[in-house]
């Protein structure tokens, strides 16, 4: 009997058995963690590469300005390089993708991770665990987190040259990838020896660059960028053989709306006063933000009545005698103006037309076209075209803009303070007043007001 195992009868074959069973547990678990360490870079690089749409996040995300295949070995490994922005702090990964949008592993451990402050990282790619060639297309993106948030960069297309060395890649383009509306923009390729058939093309939706075909330089104008949208774009060269390569850019510009067209009627002030019988009306429209043709039209009605009369159809400074209003009376006139992109603007006053010796009676207070507090109390005066208070009876008249029947709220006093929600509540309301002088002279005029709770 061995002297360092003194085991009873049965007793042997039990401890054997659980010591077998130990070493194969640590072996289990020592393996898990080795294949969990190896696979690291391939399961980040799968979940981080489900969606393969382009989102940007100016705050963290990078910019992939050209990836440059240096080598190339069909069915085994290659080698690219990935120029990008600076990257700020926050993780960063590198992720490549097949034709298929599936994930290719890297090679080595950690191996998309990209250090801090870096703007160049070199990669190895595992082309035999898919069968992939040299020749294929690929796309590249990096991603980082921030603040437990997943951000994207731009996704690059990318193709390997059949060569072992395949150096195509771009230069130049707006300042750290992103154009901010004014320039032009040019971009270098730098392509092998003997590249034939350049085409140069910008997306998103395809615009053809004619003249920079068959060049290694070209120069995108600024009328070719202004019509692009905020976001990113991609440049793409086809060349033989067999290159396809794509690089891209940022649009962020600041979009500046039209300017509004505008304006006011410069003549007849508001409240104006014109005589029946001598005077003649100076119309005359005045507008901002407008170079090309303005069309006028004018029309013109009493206040107590709803018909409106046109009075000019086009132009838009014109005099009239103000006996060709009709009779005297306060009368709202109303400019619509149109520009020729169509945009317009309405603006109404009114104007008192007069004649000597008659008898007009007015609404001193309240102000026509002013908005009130239900809450508040104001002041009714109805006075003569010389603003004296007139002496007589007057009667006030109200009704909400829509209703066709009026109700009095005075049928004596030509001056007296009332509650507004004598009137109503909200809304607008017209007000009329009716003034009898001591010449059992009668004159109606109206305005109207808005109430607000």
């Known amino acids: 009997m061995n002297k360092f195992i003194n085991l009873k009868k049965g007793q042997g074959s039990l401890e054997y058995l659980l010591i077998i069973g130990g070493a194969v547990l640590i072996a289990i678990i020592v393996l898990a963690l080795v294949v969990g360490v190896g696979g690291h870079g391939r399961t980040d690089a799968k979940e981080q590469t489900q969606n393969s749409q382009v989102a940007l996040d100016s705050s963290t995300a990078t910019t992939i300005l050209n990836v440059y295949p240096k080598e190339c070995a069909s069915y085994q490994d290659g080698n690219i390089q990935i120029n990008f922005n600076q990257i700020s702090n926050g993780s960063y990964y590198v992720v490549i993708l097949d034709y298929d949008n599936k994930p290719i592993s890297l090679i080595g451990t950690d191996a998309n991770k990209i250090p801090a402050g870096s703007t160049t990282y070199n990669v190895s790619v595992n082309l035999a ?152 009306i100076h119309f005359l429209a005045k507008y901002s933000n407008n170079t090309g043709n303005v069309n006028c039209a004018w029309a013109s009605k009493l206040s107590t009545s709803p018909t409106w009369n046109d009075l000019e159809a086009s132009s838009c400074d014109f005099q009239m005698p103000a006996k060709n209003m009709g009779n005297s009376g306060t009368y709202n006139i109303i400019l619509t103006a149109t520009d020729d992109k169509g945009s317009t603007f309405t603006k109404t006053i009114s104007i008192l037309i007069f004649k000597d010796g008659e008898f007009i009676t007015l609404i001193g207070s309240p102000e026509s076209g002013k908005e009130y507090s239900s809450s508040e109390t104001i002041s009714f005066l109805a006075t003569d075209i010389k603003a004296n208070p007139i002496t007589g009876t007057c009667v006030w008249d109200s009704k909400f803009v829509k209703d066709t029947k009026w109700k009095t709220f005075n049928d004596k006093e030509c001056k007296f303070d009332a509650p507004v929600n004598t009137i109503g509540t909200d809304g607008i309301y017209n007000i009329r007043l009716t003034a009898t002088n001591e010449k059992n002279e009668v004159s109606t005029t109206q305005i109207n007001i808005t109430i607000v709770k």
């Open 129 to 280: 665990e898919k069968n992939l060639a040299c020749g294929d297309t690929f796309w590249a993106k990096i991603i980082s987190y921030r603040n437990g948030k997943e951000v994207k960069s731009n996704l690059l297309k990318f193709r390997w040259d059949v060569s072992s060395i395949a150096s195509v890649y771009f230069t130049g383009g707006p300042s750290g990838g992103i154009y901010n509306g004014t320039g032009n923009i040019t971009y270098n390729a730098v392509l092998p020896s003997g590249a034939t058939n350049i085409v140069w093309t910008l997306y998103s939706a395809p615009i053809a660059l004619p003249s920079c075909n068959n060049q290694i330089s070209c120069t995108i104008p600024e009328s070719t960028l202004s019509g692009l949208a905020n976001g990113t774009h991609y440049i793409n060269i086809k060349a033989d053989p067999s290159i396809d390569v794509n690089t891209s850019f940022i649009v962020n510009t600041i979009i500046t709306p039209p300017p509004v067209f505008a304006g006011d009627i410069d003549t007849p002030k508001q409240d104006a006063q014109f005589n029946l019988d001598t005077d003649v």
